[in-house]
């Protein structure tokens, strides 16, 4: 009873208003104006009966009883407690001090490891954003410690005990708001350092090594079996053999392998549905890549297993303020199960992009978790008034916009936008970023690192759509004459994208050649430079003469000694040594078939006279492992499957490699048939 009398005393109106709000303190008090309550002490609690309710008032305070049939904190409870208050106050002489009741010792010593585990990641990281640049909430102390957060647009009042804390949220829980506010709280008190939450984040990142070596026994098995038996003898169930992989490496905490296992089942399915999309070289270079990444866990420090193990979602940062022009919009689909549309922005003053992508996931057993609509007439985000279509067409400035690396932008409830007018296509802005000599995409690694360009074009060839490869291909040439095509498979995805691209080229072969500028993402096919083309405009105004600055000696691309004949031999033997590999990815290294073996022997020795050295001696390697266990009732293919990896590896690289120096090669042909005038047909 007495502790019960001391903590009525303490209670001020100021912590009664963090139990409930500061209107039900002032009916409590309206309320007590008009009766007067009936008190009998029970042990440790007060029974008071009011008019329409009885309360019993209990330690801790929050945890008194009404009964009305709200599940909150009422003014019936709050009445009583005023009253017990107002009665204890006139036999002890005693006025209530707010100063008593002090939460900053239970606060205090709340651990740092709850707190973070409250926030989860995505609230923890904005939470140390924002205190390594200096912003912190504000803190008004006194029975109630009152906490704003700005980012979050919330205000938490902390109280003693805990578990009463209130936030703007209405989460009765400790949420993320609380455990920020806490974290605030701890700091101003110093009891800990923004450098602590800084090492407790670097810490989270590391997965168990327990855990992940657990992971890293399944997943070698699994692959193991995979190749052991053969694709041609799997069995349909070897899908559901990769989801389940997925799922054991989510549950480690290592995304990236759960994002390939997901691709390895996307491709299994590809294969059993016999589909024309399916390439058996890559399901091969995937399994074996992820074995040889399961390797190198095993043997991994924290730093490079974090790195291995990779992030299930990308730190978003606030950026300084966007001034954003909309370029293109392009659907995706990818092999880790996700769908969706990507928008391309050109940020006028850093002249760099960003983009946003709407993605949605797409491997829940022919579920869609959220079906896709009409995209170009849905809301734009950042509270842009218009649609997803309209949006493209402006120019706009966002301010507390966040990003992550490679300058995707998310939607956030603090990001404003501000519409300045109409995008102009033929500002200054969008003449600098215009590439109108293809070899500076090498020199920039504009390839190589698939950024977005605006490619201008001085003629165009008329396009084709070829029946065999369903696939729409179009030259188009730089003011040097070099050729880039700009080429779309087709799918039901991409039916809009070619037929505009089929409208343009009949436009462009009916009328002379006038300059016109494509976005897209170049990449290298067969020895040429290709572009995904997501959005074409007007290039007329854009175009420097032929003897600018862009078509300069400087530019010359130097690709070596080495004829594109020479190119295409070694290019060719590295494709048939993946033939052979892939025949063994078929058979399996349980049924190695001669001929198969036969073919590497071959291959060693024409690898040999490419000068392909490595390769050669890697096959022989191969083939001599091979032949060793064919008679074996047990055999450890670990040796095979190092030899095996390494081999792709070699392949993969070369095959690059050899995709670039051809289309070096054919730059240099061009600029030496003529380097300050091109000639249309």
Known sequence: ?????????????????????????????????????????????????????????????????????????????????????????????????????????????????????????????EFLSHIERGEYPRIEEG???????????????LLSPLEYSTCTCYSREL?????????????????????????????????????????????????????????SRLSPEAEESMERLAVICHGAGLPAFESRFRGAAVEFRQYFTRSAAFREADLMGRLLFLYR???RLEQAGPEEMRSLAGTFRDTYERVPPLHLMGVGSSYFKNKTGYEGERYYFLELEQKKWYTWTDARPSFYEGIRRRPPGNEEHAQAPWGLNCSRGKMMELEF???????????????????????????????????????????LLFQRQMIQNREPVLAGAVHCKKGRFDTVKQRFDMEIYDVQGNCLHVAVTYSKEERLTIRVLERLSGRLDRQEDSPLVFFGIPYLEEGKICLYPVEYFDGAGLCPSVNGSESGQENRIDAGALSAGVIRAAEQCLQEIRV?????????????????????YSMEREAAGLGLHLAGEELSRLRGQLESQRHQIKSDP????????????????????????????????????????????
């Open 1 to 125: 009873m007495e502790e019960l009398k001391r903590l009525l005393i303490q209670a001020g109106d100021e912590y009664l208003t963090g139990l409930s709000n500061r209107g039900m303190v002032k009916r409590a008090y309206k309320d007590l104006e008009q009766e007067t309550p009936e008190v009998s002490w029970n042990g440790n609690e007060a029974e008071v009966r009011l008019k329409d309710a009885v309360c019993r008032i209990k330690v801790p305070l929050g945890d008194s009883a009404c009964s009305c049939p709200s599940r909150s904190m009422c003014r019936h409870r709050i009445a009583a407690m005023i009253f017990l208050r107002k009665g204890l106050e006139g036999e002890s002489g005693e006025k209530t001090s707010d100063e008593k009741i002090n939460p900053e010792k239970e606060l205090l010593s709340v651990p740092l490891r709850r707190l973070q585990q409250a926030c989860r990641i995505k609230a923890y990281r």
């Open 143 to 157: 029975s109630t410690v009152t906490v704003q957060i700005p980012w979050e647009n919330v205000t938490v009042k």
């Open 175 to 231: 949420c993320a708001h609380k455990a920020q506010a806490i974290l605030a709280y701890q700091l101003l008190k110093k009891t800990i350092t923004p450098g602590q939450l800084k090492t407790l984040e670097d810490n989270r990142e590391n997965p168990d090594r327990e855990t992940v070596l657990q992971a890293v026994r399944s997943i070698k098995e699994g692959i193991r079996l995979q190749l052991m038996t053969g694709l």
């Open 293 to 295: 990444d399961a390797v």
């Open 397 to 439: 400035y966002l301010t507390d916009a966040k990003a992550a690396k490679g300058g995707r932008l998310s939607v956030s409830r603090e990001t404003k936008s501000e519409i300045v007018g109409n995008r102009d296509l033929s500002g200054k802005e969008i003449r600098e970023m215009v590439i109108w000599d293809y070899r």
């Open 580 to 600: 052979t590999l892939s025949d063994l990815f078929q058979s399996g290294l349980r049924s190695v078939q001669p001929e198969t073996l036969s073919q590497m």
């Open 638 to 681: 670990e040796p095979v499957i190092g030899i095996w990896v390494r081999l792709m590896e070699y392949i993969t690289m070369g095959l690059q490699r050899t995709q670039m120096d051809l289309a070096m090669a054919g730059m240099r042909e061009n600029s030496l048939e003529g380097e300050e005038t091109y000639e249309s047909e």
